[in-house]
């Protein structure tokens, strides 16, 4: 059973006053957290906090906020891209953007020195267009009451509601949110590694070894499959129907940028070679009597899920952004989920697990080759 | 009568170690082979990008065809095992979405001798393809 300790305190309350601490003790350097950017619609955006006194009550860091501006694992892999982090650094992130990490990491794209990693279990996060209006601040009620009960809130990003990996797989320390009724007055730190132990040393609170996984989890797991079916099932199947979800994009590549596991500092679908001599246009228009452009977007589509399914982790920050309303991160995750099961590999489950496309069993797939 | 008229057009990624020189070694010696694989050679069939597949297919072609070395007898020792993952891969994919291009594609082990393989193989692939008929993206302006 894993260590934990039960703070006195609601949830929120207990992340500030354990970030604040950190802070105030030097134990870390920094925070990345969510936090306010002022703005009459309160703008969020994740922020490296070095002041304690923005985890005070009503202060600029919004840790717990159910909101994801970015992908924090693409934030945490630029932060330690060049060279690892000089000196401990706390980082509260979804569990999604855990993994996002975990998988850049492989990819030689960051590193986790020096990091603290806190995540909680997690009931979700609204769409950036909720944010954006301003609908976030109304919506929080709702959504910790939703919380509370181990249920997801109906707005939350779909992809959320189909998220069957919210308890996060790496973090020092895990917050219990998902089905804790007394999240209000009472919070639980799991502290799965020895560092996540160290960190909170000194903190007010009772030690106990619990379970993570309460009921509450598991019917929220019944729950989010039934959902994740459902979503999936909604996916249209078959080449027209695909040139018609697709024929939608108009190429911003909006959805690469965001992608935490796009990491390519020059795409493909960006580069010369995707940019075709003017004869190849002319034959082609008079082939087929006429080309859509830009040209290329089902086939960046398809590139994409080519090169990204096998470690998407399904945050839908695609979704979220995409102007042309195409359901990506639905379309991504339905194909991540085949193509994952067919190796038999979770994305930013063990950074020590080979990415699949990287490695081969001598003795396996026979019958791809016929 | 139109089916009869149909000659796929197949785009053959061949490893130049082996099937390259399988298909090279057919045509000297005059094995019966349908006009229909076009050939690009490549130096592994690890090289083959899942990239080229696609746009092979989106472009217009009826089946593509992806030929390496038998598993263990790799020029480069393991190219042709990661070819065979992303096949893999790319099977999956094209099996989640309904693509008609998962019997489209097809992964064959053909050794550098052995040329009356590969003429199978181009044969018996070329013959599937025209059961499927033409592919549907041929006229596609949504690409």
């Known amino acids: 059973m894993p260590e934990g300790l039960k703070i006195n305190k609601g949830a929120e309350d207990a992340v500030r006053g354990l970030l604040r601490s950190l802070l105030e003790s030097g134990r870390v350097n920094g925070v990345l957290a969510l936090g306010r950017t002022g703005g009459a619609n309160g703008g969020v955006a994740y922020s490296l906090f070095t002041d304690p006194g923005a985890f005070v009550a009503d202060g600029a860091a919004l840790p717990l906020l159910p909101f994801m501006p970015a992908n924090a694992g693409g934030l945490l892999s630029r932060l330690t891209l060049r060279e690892p982090l000089a000196g401990p650094v706390a980082a509260v992130v979804k569990p999604c953007e855990l993994r996002a990490f975990i998988e850049l990491v492989k990819r030689s794209q960051g590193s986790l020195d020096n990091l603290l990693l806190i995540s909680s279990t997690c009931g979700g996060v609204y769409p950036l267009d909720v944010g954006a209006n301003g609908g976030l601040k109304e919506r929080l009620p709702r959504y910790w009451e939703a919380v509370k009960q181990g249920v997801l809130d109906d707005d939350v990003r779909p992809t959320c509601r189909a998220c069957m990996q919210f308890i996060p797989d790496n973090a020092d320390i895990t917050v219990a949110l998902v089905g804790e009724e007394d999240l209000d007055t009472q919070c639980t730190l799991f502290l799965n590694t020895e560092k996540g132990a160290e960190f909170v040393e000194g903190l007010e609170g009772t030690s106990l070894s619990d379970e993570l996984e309460t009921e509450q989890i598991k019917r929220s797991h019944g729950q989010r499959a039934a959902y994740r079916e459902e979503l999936f099932a909604g996916v249209e199947v078959g080449m027209q129907e695909l040139i018609r979800t697709f024929g939608r994009c108009i190429g911003c590549h909006a959805c690469k940028t965001v992608c935490p596991i796009c990491y390519c500092s020059l795409c493909y679908f960006d580069s010369q070679d995707c940019e075709y001599l003017p004869e190849i246009y002319e034959s082609e228009l008079e082939r087929k009597g006429g080309l859509r452009l830009p040209p290329n977007t089902t086939f960046f589509q398809l590139g994409r899920l080519a090169h990204v399914s096998v470690s998407c982790v399904g945050c839908g920050m695609c979704t979220d952004v995409c102007p042309a309303d195409i359901p990506v991160s639905t379309i991504f995750s339905k194909v991540g989920a085949s193509v994952q099961a067919l190796f038999d590999y979770q994305p930013g489950k063990d950074v020590t697990e080979e990415i699949p496309l990287m490695t081969f069993e001598e003795e396996e797939l026979a019958q791809v080759a016929t | ?143």
């Open chain 2, 1 to 143: 009568m139109e089916k009869q008229e149909f000659t796929p057009k197949i785009v053959g990624f061949l490893c130049n170690w082996c099937s390259y020189t399988a298909a090279d070694t057919a045509g000297v010696s005059r094995l019966q082979m349908p006009p229909s694989v076009m050939v690009v050679r490549v130096m592994c069939s690890g090289r083959v990008d899942p990239l080229f597949v696609l746009s092979a297919f989106l472009r217009g072609a009826d089946g593509v065809l992806v030929a390496g070395c038998w598993p263990g007898q790799c020029h480069y020792q393991k190219g042709n095992l990661h070819a065979r993952r992303r096949a893999a891969m790319l099977k999956s994919i094209f099996e989640t979405l309904g693509l008609e291009m998962g019997d489209r594609f097809r992964l064959s082990w053909v050794s550098a001798s052995e040329a009356p393989r590969f003429a199978e193989v181009a044969k018996g692939f070329t013959e599937e393809v025209e059961q499927l008929g033409p592919s549907s993206i041929w006229d596609e302006v949504f690409l």
